[in-house]
C-alpha cells in the first residue's frame, strides 16, 4: 500500500511538473483590425512576449503569401491590410513562428477588414489624380482652413479618440486569449489524479480482506 501511495505522489510531482513545462512554452498569437491596419500580438504569457518572432501572412484560401514582418520588444507587429486581400475578399492566415519550433496561428476574417478606412495616401491619391499643385491651389478657397480649424473634430482626430478608449477593450482579449489553465482545471486535475488513487485502493483492499 505505501508504494502505491509513493507511486501515486510520484505521478502527481510528475504531471504538474509537465504542464508547468508546457504551459511555460507555449505560444499563442492574437490579431486585431486597428483602422487601416492589423496589429498581431504574440506572447508566452502575458508578461512574456514573443521579441523578434516572425510573423507571416497568407491568403488563407490559396496559402500564398502576402507579406512578413518581426514582432517587436512588446510582442506586436502591424501591418496595412493588403490592397489585394480587399479586392479578393480575403481571409488572412497569421503564422507566428517564435524559434524552436514554437508556432502558433490566427485567421482574420475578410468581414472583420471589410469596411477599415484605406490609408490616406491612397484616398488623396484617388480623390486627386494628376491634378497640377498650381491648379490645386488656384482652386482651393482660401477660406478652407480657417473654416476647418474652427469646425468640428477632424477624421484624425475622432479615429485617435476611438483608438484610445477601445484599446483597453482589445489588451482585454488578447489577454483572455493567452491565459492559461486556470486554478479550477489545475485542481480538477490533481482531483481526478486521487479519484484513480481511490479506485486504487479500493481494489487492492478487495483483493486483500
Not at 12 to 24: D, I, N, P, R
Request: proline fraction near 5%; hydrophobic fraction near 45%.
Amino acid at each position: 500500500m505505501n508504494r502505491l501511495i509513493i507511486a501515486v505522489c510520484l505521478a502527481l510531482a510528475a504531471t504538474l511538473c509537465l504542464a508547468a513545462v508546457s504551459e511555460a512554452h507555449k505560444v499563442n498569437i492574437f490579431a486585431y483590425v486597428d483602422g487601416d491596419r492589423i496589429v498581431t500580438d504574440s506572447g508566452y504569457s502575458r508578461t512574456k512576449r514573443v521579441y523578434d518572432g516572425e510573423v507571416e501572412v497568407y491568403d488563407a484560401a490559396t496559402g500564398a503569401l502576402l507579406l512578413s514582418g518581426k514582432t517587436d520588444t512588446d510582442g506586436k507587429f502591424a501591418f496595412v491590410v493588403p490592397e489585394a486581400a480587399r479586392e479578393k475578399k480575403m481571409d488572412l492566415r497569421l503564422l507566428l513562428k517564435a524559434g524552436q519550433g514554437h508556432q502558433a496561428e490566427w485567421t482574420v476574417r475578410y468581414e472583420e477588414f471589410a469596411d477599415a478606412p484605406r490609408p490616406v495616401s491612397d484616398m488623396v491619391a484617388e480623390e486627386n489624380p494628376a491634378v497640377p499643385a498650381e491648379a490645386a491651389s488656384e482652386s482651393a478657397p482660401a477660406s478652407a482652413p480657417a473654416a476647418s480649424a474652427a469646425g468640428a473634430l477632424t477624421a484624425a482626430e475622432v479615429d485617435a479618440i476611438v483608438k484610445r478608449e477601445v484599446e483597453p477593450i482589445k489588451r482585454m482579449l488578447a489577454e483572455l486569449h493567452d491565459s492559461g489553465p486556470s486554478m479550477t482545471d489545475i485542481f480538477g486535475g490533481i482531483g481526478w489524479i486521487f479519484g484513480l488513487f481511490g479506485v486504487a485502493a479500493y481494489m487492492k483492499s478487495r483483493r486483500n480482506p
